[in-house]
């Protein structure tokens, strides 16, 4: 009995040494493992890395051995083994300036930030959870870099240095989310990602048409989502997570769950989102001189078949704003050695009726509402994805990417006008069968070579028919959108492109690609008729370029780093810009051109940035984009007349057309701040100019000077961050001629300067529940974004809930 005690004792305290070797790395914030973090002792002769549950073993470390524990995203933190708390909990904070953070929108693959010449911006799926944006195009909007721009809540347009919708790149997973019907006006897509699903969002400012093709003028906007993991005990493992939050502005009421079932080779990810939002309250605090602007005084209603001018007798809630959607993500992961994996990828988002708030608050001269109905029909996107990845270290690549996509996407155009009986509709519906293959190749130590090919192949159908609503029957006498008999567009491409490390100051990049582009439509001989068809019903366009880029980084020491860029542009005309036909405004409307050109764009970009004790960061950019055939819209006559009569309505006819060329150049600037391990702070401004050279007018799409600056704290348990979001005046003067930039929704100098005060706060109850708060527009500003339809939250309360379990 006394052998069997003491084998026992001996047994258990082996055990307990031998976990005394343990150490497990949390977020101090929020009590999250963190994998990968470095841990060696002073001279590096012994080094681990935590796993995916934050663990480590400390085995091979002397008792006497100062450890260093290091992460990209974190501070650096030392401590002697010996004087490890016994909890074995090593808690680390957030770093604001990550140098070494990987990216890979740079080049299609995982590689250093720092090692590239471009400026590249990442949001990570910690600081989406801690800022809780409501869609993907607020969570842009909320890294003070990016503007926005907003025709309906179910909205929310991106603009990079000047370029907006189909002349910047959004890609979800790899894949393209620009179709062939996105359009050079605002662009409303970005809202179909859905930020509960994204392990992180990348942003490439500038040109990146080398890397992926046509559309990429002003910058690439990464949407990543999340993967599956696998498990790492050798048994299934279950995990996920739960979100639900409320937002008084909107009454939003978002709900989301997550699940991820792992083994040791397959695993499977399930994320799923709601989101039902009310009518948008806009703030109540008033400049003086602008009383009125913004107010929703009157709506449209519909009573006893009779169509009613109603006053809102709360003019500060902005009525027919309202809408929900849903989001569905799902993922296979089948990885059958550490050679190769595989990912079966779906995505599904869909909406409600999303109401075109802008188009309902206009007025008829006789005091009525201009229309009784407009909205988008529901807004779908679906995503089907099969990617196969591989490191062999081979011939020909060490490491290759291969993904076969698949996307359907509707969008759908209702409208009535007011006291009208006939309903309107224009239903689109496009289909892309997509093929990418990435391939890199380490040519030395020092010289890696990237490159890939792209083939996309888009199929528009466009409808349209009028109904009475009075009679439920329908006429098909409507003009359709876009060519009704056939309409696709195929995007080739090949790529190559290098990174070469020429000693420790000085690295080289450069690429080049070779773009092929055609377009097909035909208009069929009803619709020649109707739309009163003025050329050729067929339209061929055959496009080819051929893109490059270079950067120069030189990181001279004492934590210098200079950046120069000089990169080209290119963007074919899709089925949008040459067939469309569409009302923009009150009595004008955009018709084809079927003459419509390429644009170009040549870049050049000066980055400086200075890192002092590695505490404080400066940055800044200039950037200057000369264009050629640069695209704007302008009056042009349409079968020799200035105006066309559509669904007995007259409008001035307007039309996509190449300007000779145009400019725009501007700053980015950035002060990042460790002030001390707990205290940061973050400031960034931008400011963008654009002319037209030909017309000697102001390019439309260009923002006012606009910025962020952020002061954030985080001590064990506990995140908080006060901010400031600004925008300086837009006057009338800098207001394109186009119709693009809004002017009929600002006042009559233009639109005014704001800013507002917000406040985020996160507290970790337990390791699996979070709770989180936030105040955005504190002061309650009644303020609209330039070329913006529809008036930005006021105060708006947030409260969160999250647990992970």
Not at 83 to 109: C, H, M, Q
Not at 370 to 383: D, F, V
Not at 646 to 651: F, L, P, Q, R, V
């Amino acid at each position: 009995m006394k052998i069997t005690t003491i084998i026992t004792f001996f047994l258990a305290f082996a055990a307990a040494a031998l976990h005394g070797q343990q150490v497990k790395v949390l977020d101090k914030s929020d009590l999250q493992p963190i994998s990968q973090v470095s841990i060696s002792n002073p001279g590096k002769t012994h080094m681990v890395v935590t796993n995916s549950d934050g663990n480590a073993d400390l085995t091979g470390f002397a008792a006497g051995d100062s450890l260093c524990f290091s992460h990209v995203a974190f501070q650096t933190f030392s401590v002697l083994k010996s004087a490890v708390p016994s909890s074995w909990s090593i808690y680390l904070t957030e770093n604001i300036i990550k140098l070494d953070e990987f990216v890979i929108t740079g080049n299609r693959t995982e590689e250093k930030r720092s090692d590239l010449p471009n400026k590249i911006e990442v949001i990570q799926a910690k600081d989406i959870a801690f800022k809780n944006p409501q869609n993907a195009a607020i969570m842009l909007e909320q890294t003070g870099n990016v503007f926005v721009q907003t025709s309906q809540l179910g909205g929310g347009s991106p603009i990079l240095r000047g370029f907006e919708a189909n002349k910047i790149l959004l890609v979800v997973d790899g894949i393209r989310m620009n179709n062939a019907i996105y359009r050079a006006g605002h662009l409303q897509n970005a809202v179909t990602v859905d930020p509960f699903g994204l392990a992180s969002t990348e942003i490439l400012y500038g040109p990146g048409s080398t890397i992926y093709g046509s559309d990429a003028l002003g910058g690439v906007i990464n949407f990543i989502t999340k993967d599956p993991t696998l498990s790492t005990t050798g048994k299934t493992e279950v995990h996920g997570s739960l979100l639900g939050r409320y937002s008084s502005a909107d009454q939003e009421k978002t709900g989301g769950v997550s699940v991820n079932i792992g083994d040791e080779k397959m695993a499977v990810l399930l994320n799923f989102s709601y989101s039902d939002f009310s009518d948008l309250r806009e703030g109540r605090v008033s400049d003086p001189k602008y009383g009125t602007f913004g107010k929703r005084n009157y709506y449209a209603v519909r009573i006893n078949e009779v169509d009613i001018t109603r006053k809102n007798d709360s003019s500060w809630i902005q009525k027919q704003s309202a809408y929900s959607q849903y989001n569905f993500l799902g993922k296979v992961l089948f990885q059958p050695s550490v050679h190769s994996k595989y990912i079966l990828n779906v995505q599904y988002s869909n909406s409600s009726d999303i109401p075109r708030y802008d188009r309902l608050t206009e007025m008829k001269n006789d005091s009525t509402m201009k229309y009784a109905e407009w909205y988008y029909g529901p807004q779908s996107r679906l995503l089907a994805s099969l990617k196969a990845e591989y490191t062999v270290n081979g011939v020909i690549f060490d490491h290759a990417s291969f993904i076969a996509g698949y996307q359907n996407v509707h969008e759908d155009r209702i409208q009535r006008d007011f006291g009208s009986s006939k309903k309107k509709f224009n239903i689109e519906r496009v289909d892309v069968f997509s093929v990418n293959a990435d391939l890199d190749k380490k040519i030395t130590s020092r010289d890696i070579l990237y490159y890939g090919l792209e083939l996309d192949y888009n199929m528009v159908g466009s409808t349209a028919y009028n109904e009475n609503i009075l009679t439920a029957t329908t006429t098909r006498d409507r003009a359709t959108r876009y060519p009704d008999q056939k309409a696709n567009m195929m995007y080739l491409s090949a790529f190559a492109s290098n990174n070469w490390k020429i000693n420790k100051m000085f690295s080289f990049s450069q690429g080049i690609r070779f773009n092929y582009v055609t377009l097909n439509a035909a208009y069929s001989d009803t619709m020649v008729k109707i739309a009163k068809v003025p050329f050729n019903p067929d339209i061929v366009q055959k496009n080819a370029a051929v893109n490059g880029y270079i950067g120069l980084n030189f990181t001279p020491g004492h934590d210098w780093k200079i950046s120069v860029v000089g990169s080209t542009g290119f963007r074919a005309p899709n089925i949008d810009d040459l067939t469309k036909i569409n009302v923009v405004e009150a009595h004008t409307i955009v018709v084809p051109n079927p003459d419509l050109k390429p644009e170009y764009s040549y870049n050049g970009e000066l980055s400086v940035a200075k890192t002092f004790i590695g505490k404080i960061r400066l940055e800044g950019t200039g950037f200057y984009n000369w264009l050629r055939n640069a695209q704007v819209i302008s009056p042009m006559a349409y079968n020799g007349q200035d105006s066309i009569t559509i669904d007995g309505d007259n409008y001035q006819t307007l039309a996509p057309e190449n300007t000779g060329s145009a400019y725009i150049y501007g700053v980015q600037g950035s002060i990042l701040a460790q002030v001390t391990r707990s205290l940061s702070i973050l400031s960034n401004l931008t400011y963008t100019y654009g002319f037209d050279e030909k017309g000697k007018v102001p390019l439309d799409h260009i923002p006012p000077v606009f910025g962020m600056t952020s002061v954030r704290l985080e001590v064990q348990r506990f995140k908080g961050d006060f901010y400031a979001i600004y925008n300086g005046w837009k006057r009338i003067s800098q207001y394109s001629n186009s119709g693009e930039d809004n002017e009929q929704y600002a006042t009559a100098d233009g639109m005014p300067s704001w800013y507002t005060l917000n406040v985020k706060l996160s507290y970790q109850v337990v390791k699996y529940l979070n709770i989180e708060l936030g105040m955005e527009n504190i002061l309650d500003k009644n303020y609209r974004k330039f070329a913006s339809g529809i008036s930005s939250p006021g105060r708006n309360v947030i409260v969160a809930l999250r647990a992970n379990l």
